[in-house]
C-alpha cells in the first residue's frame, strides 16, 4: 500500500470535522457531514467572491475594505458559542492546530494581510489600559504593539459563560479587561479550579504557541470584558518575537538552579511567557505588605533583601528595614507571597544597575507547580534568618504591619 498518496489537504479536512465532531456529539454522522461539508463549500466560495462595500464608520467595528475580519470578532450572544457553521476563519484556524507549518525562526518576508478592527478613541484607550502589563507585548517594538492592538477585538461575557474549554484548539488569546474568571482543570474525570483572575491578566496564549489544545477551562463568574488577539496575527507577531527572545533567554534559565528539575519542554514554555525588567541603583523592586503580582529570577546585578523589624526603630520613629539576604545572577525572590498566598514578606531594592527576568503570578502557578517543593523549604530558611536576627518569625508570618 505504499504506493498510495495521501491527497494534499485530505488529513487537514477530515482533522477539521472530527474536532467539529468531538465538540457537537451530533446523533447522526453521516447528517452532520452533510451539514458540515456544505457550509464548508459555501464559505470557502463566499471567501472567493469580491469583498463587499463597506458599511458606514458609524456602524462600529465592522471591517472595512482590505480588512480581515475575525469570525468571533463581535460575538456578544451566548448562542455564538454552540454554532456548528463552519465559519471559514475559525475552521482554517482549528485545523492549522495540526496542520501548518510555521517556523518562527526563518526570516521570511511577511507578506499575510493584516488584521485591524477599528475602534473608537475611547476603545483604544481601554485597549490599551488593559495591555499596558501584559508581559507578552512588552518586548514588542512600538510598530509591533500597534499591530497588536489594531488586530484585537472586544468580547463581552456573562456569568458562567465558557470562554475557553480545556481539549478545544486554540483560536485565540485573550486579554482581560474586567470581570472574574475561574481556570478549571479535569483530569481523570474531576474538574477542580486551579486559580482565578481578578480583573486583570491574560490567557489561551500556550496552546497558539505549541499548536496544543487548550489546557484549562476558563469560566466567568461575573459579567466583563476580553480583548481578543486571532491566532494568525499571535503567531505572527508574538510568536516570532518570543522566538527571537528564547535565543536571547534560553542559555540563561538552563543555569538557573530552581529550574534544573524541569523539562527542556517546561523550561522553553518559562522563557517564552517571561519579561524583562531593568533597574536602577536604588531603586525599590516590590514593596514590603504589598499584594504580589510577579516572580523575579536575577538576570545580572544584585538585590537587597530588606524586611521591616518590629524591635528596631529608625531616626523617624518609624520600623527601620534591616538587610535579611543579598541575591544575584540566577537567583529569584518574590516567590514567597506567591506561595503562602499572602502579602510582600519584604522588600527589594536594586544594588547597582538590576536587570531581572519578570513571571506575573498567573504563569507562575501554570508553569511551576513542579519547582513548589523547593520553594517552599525555603520559606524556613528565611525563617531561620528572622530567628536568628530578630529572635522570633513574627515579622515573616504577619509582613503587612
Known amino acids: ?50 469583498p463587499a462595500t463597506p458599511p458606514p464608520a458609524s456602524q462600529g467595528l465592522e471591517p472595512g475594505p482590505g480588512l ?4 468571533n470578532a463581535d460575538s456578544d450572544t451566548e448562542d455564538d458559542e454552540d454554532l456548528d457553521v463552519p465559519i471559514l476563519g475559525r475552521f482554517d484556524r482549528r485545523v492549522s492546530v495540526c496542520a501548518e507549518t510555521f517556523n518562527p525562526d526563518e526570516e ?13 478613541d475611547l476603545q483604544r484607550c481601554r485597549l490599551q489600559e488593559a495591555c499596558k502589563d501584559i508581559l507578552l507585548f512588552k518586548n514588542l517594538d512600538q510598530e509591533q504593539l500597534s499591530q497588536v492592538l489594531d488586530a484585537m477585538f ?29 481556570i478549571l482543570v479535569t483530569k481523570d474525570h474531576q474538574t477542580r479550579s486551579v486559580g482565578q483572575y481578578d480583573n486583570r491578566g491574560s490567557f489561551g496564549e500556550l496552546a497558539l504557541m ?29 510568536v516570532k518575537n518570543n522566538a527571537r527572545k528564547r535565543k536571547m533567554f534560553e542559555s ?29 541603583d536604588g531603586e525599590r523592586i516590590i514593596t514590603q505588605g504589598e499584594k504580589a503580582d510577579s516572580f523575579y529570577i536575577i538576570e545580572s546585578g544584585e538585590v537587597s533583601i530588606l524586611i521591616r523589624s518590629k524591635t528596631k526603630a529608625n531616626k523617624d520613629g518609624g520600623n527601620q528595614e534591616v538587610e535579611i539576604a543579598r541575591c544575584h545572577k ?4 518574590g516567590e514567597l507571597a506567591l506561595v503562602t498566598n499572602k502579602p510582600r514578606a519584604a522588600s527589594a531594592y536594586a544594588v547597582g544597575d538590576v536587570k531581572c527576568l519578570v513571571m506575573d503570578v498567573q504563569a507562575f502557578e501554570r508553569l511551576l507547580g513542579p519547582c513548589m517543593d523547593i520553594m517552599k523549604r525555603n520559606i524556613s530558611h528565611y525563617e ?18
Request: negative net charge; hydrophobic residues 35%.
Open 210 to 238: 505549541y499548536n496544543t489544545p487548550r489546557a484549562a477551562t476558563i469560566v466567568a463568574t461575573s459579567e466583563g470584558s476580553l480583548w481578543g488577539l486571532d491566532r494568525v496575527t499571535f503567531r505572527r507577531i508574538i
Open 252 to 280: 540563561f534559565i538552563e543555569s538557573v538552579p530552581l529550574l534544573k528539575s524541569l523539562e527542556l519542554s517546561e523550561r522553553m514554555k518559562i522563557v517564552d511567557v517571561i519579561g524583562e525588567k531593568t533597574y536602577k
Open 108 to 120: 521570511e518576508e511577511d507578506t499575510d494581510p493584516r488584521v485591524i478592527h477599528p475602534k473608537t
Open 1 to 50: 500500500m505504499s504506493h498510495i498518496q495521501i491527497p494534499r489537504g485530505l488529513t487537514e479536512l477530515l482533522q477539521g470535522y472530527t474536532v467539529e465532531v468531538l465538540r457537537q456529539q451530533p446523533p447522526d454522522l453521516v447528517d452532520f457531514a452533510v451539514d458540515y461539508f456544505t457550509r464548508l463549500r459555501e464559505a470557502r466560495a463566499q471567501a472567493s467572491s469580491p
Open 68 to 71: 480581515v475580519a475575525d469570525a
Open 384 to 401: 531561620e534568618q528572622l530567628v536568628k536576627m530578630f529572635g522570633s518569625s513574627m515579622d515573616l508570618i504577619d509582613p503587612g504591619q
Open 330 to 333: 540566577g537567583q529569584y525572590f
Open 154 to 182: 472586544e468580547r463581552t461575557v456573562k456569568v458562567d459563560e465558557h470562554v475557553i474549554d480545556q481539549g478545544d484548539d486554540g483560536d485565540n488569546f485573550y486579554v482581560i479587561e474586567r470581570g472574574t474568571y475561574d
